[in-house]
């Protein structure tokens, strides 16, 4: 494996699973009022430890080249803001802590690689073309463009294989496995990045990119970022047995939190600094791409932020203050800085 220098410190500092978690209860405040970033981290940084041996497991090194190459994508950091979601929607739903359920954990761990297998596709240089992902050099050049493709290819069907092996109830195993197929393809994920170079005009002639309102970026954003966010917590709510009504709660949060984590996106993109955000900013208005902040102006995309933040946590209302956390990850989305 290339030896490559960490080199975003932020990225060791606000996700080093080495670090002991201070698990306190978080406060619970019943508005969109901003978190410093410190009032969840410890959270995020819980989950993404205990996740890590599944992880580890799953890629287990054995000096070949492809498996190498998964380790680097996966294992390299990140917030696993998706495993968080299914993991303490599980928990919210099961109501037990800690939560001892190797089938959430093998659910968040399958997201994850479908979330990494999407990461490193939209790096290469026929899509995004980036050079630097989560502070470090992306996978296509640390490796090379093959193997990226391939790395990519074998996590997202890696992600279904574990599935077929995460619990023995038939049943179950194939609403999963539905959820995360349907959140990731032609109805999801991909379609979503497809309508995003259909939008900067990379199937045109002439190359112009296309004027895009309000409902066409939200439409584009729910497929390409929101559809992954639902289906995290979809699966926790499934896992956990979540009843109707529950499951429609999860349903607005979700569709919230998706929105309000792109338009946070969008700011970081506009506002933040590539040491901070791990990944190269201001790309969207050199690209001429529609953002929330090409439409509404950075102050304007930042009140719709708050907005869809607020909506977030009033749809958890019917929890009262047991889903304190997930409440607290959404107002986090104001804040966030990568
Ligand atoms: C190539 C099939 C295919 C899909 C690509 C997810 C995606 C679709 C592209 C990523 C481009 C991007 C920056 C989208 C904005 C939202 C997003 C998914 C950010 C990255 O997710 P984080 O912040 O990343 O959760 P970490 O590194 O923390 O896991």
């Known amino acids: ?68 190459a998964m380790r680097y994508a996966v294992l390299g950091g990140g917030k696993r803001i998706r495993p968080f979601l299914v993991l303490e929607t599980a928990q919210l739903i099961i109501g037990q802590e800690p939560l001892e359920d190797t089938l959430a954990y093998k659910a968040a761990c399958a ?3 479908v979330h990494c297998y999407s990461l490193i596709h939209d790096d290469l240089p026929a899509m995004d073309n980036d050079d630097m992902r989560r502070g470090l050099p ?7 463009e093959a193997t990226a493709i391939l790395a990519g290819d074998a996590l997202l ?11 023995p109830e038939a049943g179950l195993q194939l609403m999963l496995i539905k959820e995360l197929a349907q959140a990731s393809g ?25 004027s895009l309102n309000q409902a066409d970026v939200i439409h584009l954003q729910n497929l390409k970022t929101g559809a992954l966010i639902k289906c995290a917590v979809r699966m926790g709510a499934i896992i956990g047995g979540a009843t109707p009504e529950q499951s429609k709660a999860l349903d607005v949060y979700a569709d919230n939190l998706g929105l309000a984590f792109q338009i946070a996106d969008d700011l970081i993109d506009h506002e933040g600094d590539a040491d901070t955000a791990g990944k190269a900013t201001a790309k969207d208005a050199d690209k001429g791409k529609v953002t929330f902040v090409s439409l509404f102006g950075a102050k304007g995309a930042r009140q719709k932020l708050e907005i869809t933040v607020q909506d977030a946590v009033e749809s958890l209302d019917i929890f009262e203050d047991r889903a304190t956390y997930m409440a607290n990850l959404a107002r986090h989305m104001i804040v966030r800085k990568s």
């Open 138 to 144: 992306t996978l296509h050049k640390a490796y090379d």
């Open 157 to 167: 069907t890696l992600a279904f294989e574990i599935l077929t092996d995460c619990t």
């Open 186 to 210: 032609v109805q999801g994920m991909v379609a979503g990045q497809m309508l995003d170079l259909a939008a900067e005009g990379r199937f045109e002639a002439n190359k112009t990119s296309k």
């Open 111 to 113: 997201i994850e690689m």
């Open 1 to 68: 494996m290339p030896k490559i220098a960490r080199t975003h410190k932020n990225n060791i500092k606000l996700f080093n699973l080495d670090q002991s978690s201070n698990l306190g209860q978080l406060k619970f405040m019943t508005s969109a009022e901003p978190l410093k970033q410190s009032e969840i981290e410890p959270r995020i940084i819980y989950w993404a430890k205990t996740l890590e041996p599944y992880l580890k497991a799953t890629l287990k090194a054995d000096g070949n080249r492809l498996l190498e």
